[in-house]
């Protein structure tokens, strides 16, 4: 019997947490500026879509924050976490990407998504060299592969945004699998140089 109430209790707690994901707030009551929907990527007849939130008045070139979602979430579910880091300066979005069990599927939407973000610095007054991903359980594993695994435009291809480098500053990995010690690693498994 208490076996099947805990079942019962844990399975409540994540139905709840999934369907309560995007959290019942006004961004504007936050001070920044929410631009939704933004299009970055076009994979056949499918749109990949981000959402950015800015400070409401930029004196100098702000870092950027790319948000990168877990299973079973959407862009959306950082939009508490923008706003806030938003109120502090930084320019943030959050990304689409594309969903599979193939561990690399969303590579290129990533790499995609810093290299929009990169080709846009000036329009939205970011410094292309203080940009940073933080990604989420297996957002934080793509993002990762994303950034660290070797250029190679050929399998991870951005016909969108050729030329421009999706490097990172820094990459922050939340829940993920901790894949990687050491670059020797990341070598040996991607070719990463």
Request: overall charge neutral; glycine content about 8%; aromatic content about 10%.
């Amino acid at each position: 019997m208490r076996v099947a109430l805990a079942v019962i209790i844990l399975f409540s707690l994540a139905v709840c947490m999934v369907s309560c994901s995007e959290p019942p707030f006004a961004i504007g009551n936050y001070g920044v500026r929410c631009t939704e929907g933004i299009a970055y990527r076009f994979v056949g007849s499918r749109t990949m879509r981000l959402d950015m939130t800015q400070p409401r008045r930029l004196t100098a070139k702000s870092p950027a924050i790319v948000y990168v979602h877990g299973p079973a979430q959407s862009r959306r579910v950082f939009r508490l976490e923008q706003a806030r880091q938003s109120q502090r300066g930084y320019v943030t979005i959050s990304i689409d990407y594309t969903e599979s069990f193939f561990p690399a599927s969303g590579v290129s939407d990533i790499r995609s998504a810093v290299r929009w973000l990169r080709g846009h610095a000036e329009e939205y007054g970011i410094d292309s060299r203080r940009i940073a991903i933080v990604g989420y359980s297996t957002g934080a594993n793509r993002a990762m592969i994303a950034v660290m695994s070797s250029s190679d435009d050929e399998i991870y291809g951005d016909p969108d945004h050729p030329g421009v480098p999706y490097g990172v500053s820094a990459i922050v990995n939340i829940s993920g699998e901790p894949y990687y010690h050491d670059r020797d690693d990341l070598r040996d498994e991607f070719g990463a140089t």
